[in-house]
């Protein structure tokens, strides 16, 4: 059986966390006994690493703490692609902590993996509001003027890749580099490596508070520019 790694960045997620880990954890059965549910929870000040450890110690061994990160999303999610390779994961699934996506949809993911070298969520419907999808069509206009690419969503946490694959970018970013899934996917595009994209649903938060923020957003995306012009470079 294939060894799956489910990774997932968290930053202040206690009022989501137990839930979270209780809906995704019975994923790891459609991979061998040696998959991962993998959290990087580096940072939080509230008591999200105590329900993590707590769980992983009451029936969850195939929990994993992981704190050793830096704090914000992006270098959370090189380091836990990271991990997994390095830990002999041959698919990495990664999404986020706030319970915004749904297990049931992993399935399919996973049930065409071997078809395909990295496969996409693409939310159809955004329940995290409006000014999220615009920025997300921004984000797509933008890897289509930089890159030339056409992707229909670009920074989904909803992705499962073929580790052997991805080791292949991953260490293109720096440790700190904020966007990772974004450029990831502009890779998968731009190298026309085998990929595709599939619907998913996408709920509203479930609890606690968004810490990026659209001020948060456009200080990112402004930063953003600059890296993907040295992207650019290094690509040609």
Not at 7 to 18: H, L, Q, S, T
Not at 23 to 41: M, N
């Amino acid at each position: 059986m294939d060894t799956l790694y489910v990774v997932m960045p968290a930053y202040n997620e206690e009022e989501n966390m137990e839930a979270v880990i209780r809906q995704w954890y019975p994923v790891l059965t459609f991979g061998s006994e040696d998959s991962r549910l993998v959290i990087a929870d580096s940072g939080s000040v509230d008591k999200t690493h105590e329900i993590i450890e707590g769980l992983r110690e009451n029936g969850y061994p195939q929990l994993v703490a992981y704190p050793d990160t830096l704090k914000q999303h992006g270098p959370k999610v090189i380091a836990l692609y990271k991990y997994a390779i390095d830990h002999g994961a041959d698919y990495v699934f990664q999404t986020d902590s706030d319970g915004q996506t749904d297990p049931e949809e992993f399935k399919s993911f996973w049930e065409m993996r071997n078809a395909y070298d990295a496969i996409f969520g693409r939310r159809v419907n955004r329940g995290d509001g409006k000014s999220r999808a615009f920025v997300e069509s921004v984000v797509c206009f933008l890897l289509r003027l930089y890159f030339g690419v056409k992707v229909k969503d670009a920074n989904a946490p909803f992705r499962i890749f073929n580790t052997a694959v991805l080791n292949k970018y991953i260490g293109r970013f720096e440790e700190d580099y904020n966007l990772p899934n974004i450029m990831l996917t502009t890779f998968y595009a731009y190298y026309h490596e085998n990929y595709n994209f599939v619907d998913i649903s996408f709920k509203p938060r479930q609890g606690g508070v968004n810490s990026i923020n659209i001020p948060k957003i456009v200080k990112i995306g402004w930063k953003a520019l600059g890296d993907f012009r040295k992207f650019k470079k290094g690509m040609r």
